[in-house]
């Protein structure tokens, strides 16, 4: 099975509820290495639950995680080990503000992953000069613009050096202006083979970018397959009123 | 923002920063102006009084202060040592009950609920009263392990008073702290201890400095509420002398002996609410 399909994620009939509320009412979803998912759907319908569930910052109720294999949901696991091939980058928030740009980026590889801080910072380095952030080691999150922001909270996920990432709307607070220095990393990171799922209302980049969309209404997967397809002829009628609201 | 006087600035920019200017001007007049009449009209209520030459004699009689001031200053070395010891132990306690009541483990319940008895219990209580039980009902209970000495009693009275405050205050510190730091610590592989110790901590003590010296300030001045218990401190020395003649200059030596040690703090206190505001503003 692992060699059929080489897949790196594997999620079935995931529920999870808060309160009274089911968020996810049986999500199932394949994510296969080196290939790029972006999750949409409307506000509320549970990709960013979904995300969490993924890398177990939400504990489910019901189904199973697979990752590489393994059962992940197995409260045996070893959640942190999880995570640290894991990553995940959110909306906003995601910089420690008391740590400049490059502690940021060093405390996850020395203090989780038990690397040389030498290394951790050669590595830091070489990841800002590519985003195009080489001078402001030194700086805090607060001198930062938005973009910025979040190219170093990329940049620290990747520095774990993940097997599998994750994007929460990560442009979605940030300025029109700021949004286009994000998504060339997230271009470079696929063009590197990063493995990527992705919640995002960019649905002119989701089409450019993705291998697959899946559209999720409700809680439930509602449609899933490649972006011509979704975009050009969706199969089910609630995806293509989503779509017909959110396409410019 | 242009600089006033830099060449080619507009005309109207300089009569804005010319107006500007007598503005500032008139407003540090008008702000002298009363602060010299509130205080003339003080002075001279205080000095006219009909009583004034009798306190002067017995509250500010300059070669009684200047004979006790020795005496006092010696006792005070003990007020500063008291504060800082018991401000380790305040911390140390502070920390533990903070951390034991934003844990989520269910597992913690029992120990939880005697973190909120203790905060509960220990702010509710004067300190004067914490001072007494402490210093007298310790010693009474003849058990053998317990500290008689009436310095650690005094420093044990204010851990168990000052700890429950500023534990509230670090706790209002950590929940201050958006969950999105929480989550992504953990997303980096860091336990949750460790998430608490590098992130969320650093983060919330910064936000509460302010509070929290403000919390040392009073805690400097209640070491003096140790004297009921016979600790030989500032207040206890100035109590003795003024006993003896009948003076009451020596409390204003050792009322002076208090703000000056006070005072560095809440300077330190007001420089870093200037700083963290600053630093919210992205500066
Ligand atoms: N921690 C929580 N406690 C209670 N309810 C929650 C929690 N997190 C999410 N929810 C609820 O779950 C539902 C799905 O939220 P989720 O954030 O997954 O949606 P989303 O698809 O990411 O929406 P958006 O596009 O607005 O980000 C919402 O109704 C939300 O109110
Ligand atoms: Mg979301």
Redesign the interface.
Same mark, same amino acid.
């Given at each position: 099975m692992a060699e059929a399909a080489a897949g790196l994620l594997r999620a079935e009939a995931v529920r999870k509820s808060f309160g009274d509320h089911e968020v996810l009412k049986g999500v199932s979803l394949d994510i296969a290495e080196g290939e790029v998912v972006c999750l949409i759907g409307a506000s509320g319908s549970g990709k960013s639950t979904l995300l969490?569930c993924l890398?177990l910052?939400e504990q489910v109720d019901d189904g199973d995680i697979w990752f590489d294999d393994r059962e992940i949901t197995d409260p045996r696991v070893d959640a942190?080990?999880v995570?640290?091939d894991i =990553?995940?980058v959110?909306q906003?928030?995601?910089?420690?503000?008391?740590l400049s740009v490059e502690q940021n980026i060093v405390? =996850?590889p020395v203090?989780?992953?038990g690397e040389s801080r030498a290394d951790a910072r050669a590595r830091a380095h070489t990841l800002l000069e590519r985003v195009g952030l080489g001078d402001r080691a030194g700086a805090y999150p607060?001198?930062l613009s938005g973009g910025q922001q979040q190219r170093v909270a990329l940049v620290?996920?990747i520095a774990?050096q993940p097997r599998l990432l994750l994007l929460d709307e990560i442009t979605s607070a940030l300025d029109p202006m700021l949004v286009g220095d994000v998504l060339d990393v997230i271009r470079d990171l696929r063009a590197d083979g990063m493995t990527i799922v992705m919640a995002t209302h960019e649905m002119t980049f989701a089409r450019e970018v993705s291998d697959r969309i899946v559209f999720m209404a409700d809680g439930r997967i509602e449609e899933s397959g490649p972006p011509e397809q979704i975009f050009t002829a969706p199969r089910s009628p609630r995806t293509a009123e989503f779509l017909a609201r959110h396409l410019p | 923002m242009t600089e006033a006087g830099t060449p080619g600035v507009s005309a109207r920019q300089l009569e804005r920063d010319a107006y500007r200017r007598r503005r500032a001007r008139t407003r540090a007049a008008v702000a002298v102006v009363s602060t010299v009449v509130v205080l003339g009209v003080l002075t001279a209520g205080v000095l006219l009084s009909p009583g004034w030459p009798r306190v002067r004699e017995t509250y500010f009689n300059l070669g009684e202060a200047r004979s006790v001031f020795p005496e006092v200053a010696k006792a005070f070395v003990l007020n500063i040592r008291l504060f800082l010891v018991a401000e380790v132990f305040i911390l140390i306690v502070a920390i533990i009950v903070a951390i034991i009541r934003v844990v989520p483990s269910p597992a913690l319940a029992p120990i939880k609920l005697l973190a909120v008895v203790y905060t509960d219990v220990f702010r509710g209580t004067p300190t004067i009263l914490v001072v007494f039980l402490v210093g007298f009902g310790v010693p009474a209970l003849g058990l053998a392990g317990l500290p008689t000495s009436l310095f650690w009693l005094g420093v044990i009275a204010l851990t168990l008073s000052y700890g429950a405050y500023v534990a509230e205050v670090l706790r209002a510190g950590i929940l201050s702290i958006h969950p999105t730091q929480w989550a992504s610590g953990r997303a980096l592989g860091l336990s949750y201890g460790k998430t608490l110790r590098l992130v969320v901590l650093p983060q919330a003590v910064r936000r509460v400095a302010p509070p929290l010296l403000n919390d040392f300030v009073s805690l400097q001045k209640d070491t003096a509420l140790l004297s009921i218990i016979g600790l030989v401190e500032a207040l206890r020395v100035a109590q003795v002398d003024s006993g003896r003649t009948f003076h009451f200059s020596s409390y204003i030596v050792a009322a002076l002996f208090f703000i000056a040690a006070t005072i560095p703090l809440a300077r330190f206190t007001d420089y870093l609410t200037v700083r963290s505001l600053r630093r919210e503003n992205g500066i």
């Amino acid at each position: 099975m692992a060699e059929a399909a080489a897949g790196l994620l594997r999620a079935e009939a995931v529920r999870k509820s808060f309160g009274d509320h089911e968020v996810l009412k049986g999500v199932s979803l394949d994510i296969a290495e080196g290939e790029v998912v972006c999750l949409i759907g409307a506000s509320g319908s549970g990709k960013s639950t979904l995300l969490r569930c993924l890398n177990l910052l939400e504990q489910v109720d019901d189904g199973d995680i697979w990752f590489d294999d393994r059962e992940i949901t197995d409260p045996r696991v070893d959640a942190d080990a999880v995570r640290r091939d894991i =990553g995940i980058v959110f909306q906003a928030y995601n910089l420690f503000p008391h740590l400049s740009v490059e502690q940021n980026i060093v405390l =996850g590889p020395v203090r989780s992953r038990g690397e040389s801080r030498a290394d951790a910072r050669a590595r830091a380095h070489t990841l800002l000069e590519r985003v195009g952030l080489g001078d402001r080691a030194g700086a805090y999150p607060d001198a930062l613009s938005g973009g910025q922001q979040q190219r170093v909270a990329l940049v620290r996920a990747i520095a774990m050096q993940p097997r599998l990432l994750l994007l929460d709307e990560i442009t979605s607070a940030l300025d029109p202006m700021l949004v286009g220095d994000v998504l060339d990393v997230i271009r470079d990171l696929r063009a590197d083979g990063m493995t990527i799922v992705m919640a995002t209302h960019e649905m002119t980049f989701a089409r450019e970018v993705s291998d697959r969309i899946v559209f999720m209404a409700d809680g439930r997967i509602e449609e899933s397959g490649p972006p011509e397809q979704i975009f050009t002829a969706p199969r089910s009628p609630r995806t293509a009123e989503f779509l017909a609201r959110h396409l410019p | 923002m242009t600089e006033a006087g830099t060449p080619g600035v507009s005309a109207r920019q300089l009569e804005r920063d010319a107006y500007r200017r007598r503005r500032a001007r008139t407003r540090a007049a008008v702000a002298v102006v009363s602060t010299v009449v509130v205080l003339g009209v003080l002075t001279a209520g205080v000095l006219l009084s009909p009583g004034w030459p009798r306190v002067r004699e017995t509250y500010f009689n300059l070669g009684e202060a200047r004979s006790v001031f020795p005496e006092v200053a010696k006792a005070f070395v003990l007020n500063i040592r008291l504060f800082l010891v018991a401000e380790v132990f305040i911390l140390i306690v502070a920390i533990i009950v903070a951390i034991i009541r934003v844990v989520p483990s269910p597992a913690l319940a029992p120990i939880k609920l005697l973190a909120v008895v203790y905060t509960d219990v220990f702010r509710g209580t004067p300190t004067i009263l914490v001072v007494f039980l402490v210093g007298f009902g310790v010693p009474a209970l003849g058990l053998a392990g317990l500290p008689t000495s009436l310095f650690w009693l005094g420093v044990i009275a204010l851990t168990l008073s000052y700890g429950a405050y500023v534990a509230e205050v670090l706790r209002a510190g950590i929940l201050s702290i958006h969950p999105t730091q929480w989550a992504s610590g953990r997303a980096l592989g860091l336990s949750y201890g460790k998430t608490l110790r590098l992130v969320v901590l650093p983060q919330a003590v910064r936000r509460v400095a302010p509070p929290l010296l403000n919390d040392f300030v009073s805690l400097q001045k209640d070491t003096a509420l140790l004297s009921i218990i016979g600790l030989v401190e500032a207040l206890r020395v100035a109590q003795v002398d003024s006993g003896r003649t009948f003076h009451f200059s020596s409390y204003i030596v050792a009322a002076l002996f208090f703000i000056a040690a006070t005072i560095p703090l809440a300077r330190f206190t007001d420089y870093l609410t200037v700083r963290s505001l600053r630093r919210e503003n992205g500066i």
